[in-house]
T-cell receptor, first 113, second 115 residues
Framework: AQSVAQPEDQVNVAEGNPLTVKCTYSVSGNPYLFWYVQYPNRGLQFLLK??????LVKGSYGFEAEFNKSQTSFHLKKPSALVSDSALYFC???????????FGKGTRLSVIA | KAGVTQTPRYLIKTRGQQVTLSCSPI?????VSWYQQTPGQGLQFLFEYFSETQRNKGNFPGRFSGRQFSNSRSEMNVSTLELGDSALYLC??????????????FGEGSRLTVL
């Protein structure tokens, strides 16, 4: 069965600094990986996904993620953090058609001015 | 295009009662999934419906049930509520042909508090 781990419950970063939110996955087949963001009292918003091809995926709001097959990781990155990036971030994976998208437990990002 | 709409947004129930939550997917989306979100457990998959049929089911007791109507709208029901059922219930829709690669589009959730 597929699974996702987000090893950090909380990440703190100063505004203007680069940020990284970590994600590792476990699947039996090819991984299809997603990042979502959740702002307070809101649903999840899609940021980006890796399906195939280039290991560096670019998404919404200046976020990007790097797929690393050997390390089974899909870390979310942004070159320069904004206070408005403060939110809860979820990594998710699916490896087979018509199976549920499995989410990690989430990482709370706090960007300090 | 309207997004995924969930009603009600907030509700308070007491132990032993039952609750029904509603979800209207994005127009044209035929798959609807439900997730339970709690601070300690993150997002846990409840079930997925496609064309009025339950396609997948998570590891929840039988008190949790759902259905999908011919217009793709979905409802989930929780009977005999327990304190531990307090959570944000999220509905998400996706295109029928999305397969493994399509993303889910989430509603804003229904926050259930059980007293």
């Amino acid at each position: 069965a597929q699974s996702v781990a987000q090893p950090e419950d909380q990440v703190n970063v100063a505004e203007g600094n680069p940020l990284t939110v970590k994600c590792t996955y476990s699947v039996s087949g090819n991984p299809y990986l997603f990042w979502y963001v959740q702002y307070p009292n809101r649903g999840l918003q899609f940021l980006l996904k890796y399906i195939t091809g280039d290991n560096l995926v670019k998404g919404s709001y200046g976020f990007e993620a790097e797929f690393n097959k050997s390390q089974t990781s899909f870390h979310l990155k942004k070159p320069s953090a904004l206070v408005s990036d403060s939110a809860l971030y979820f990594c998710a994976v699916r490896d087979m058609i018509n199976t549920p998208l499995v989410f990690g437990k989430g990482t709370r990002l706090s960007v300090i001015a | 295009k309207a997004g995924v709409t969930q009603t009600p947004r907030y509700l308070i129930k007491t132990r032993g009662q039952q609750v029904t939550l509603s979800c209207s997917p994005i127009s044209g989306h035929r798959s609807v999934s439900w997730y339970q979100q709690t601070p300690g457990q993150g997002l846990q998959f409840l079930f997925e419906y496609f064309s009025e049929t339950q396609r997948n089911k998570g590891n929840f007791p039988g008190r949790f049930s759902g259905r999908q109507f011919s217009n793709s709208r979905s409802e989930m029901n929780v009977s005999t509520l327990e304190l531990g059922d307090s959570a944000l219930y999220l509905c998400a829709s996706s295109l029928a042909t999305s397969g493994v690669t399509g993303e889910l589009f989430f509603g804003e959730g229904s926050r259930l508090t059980v007293l």
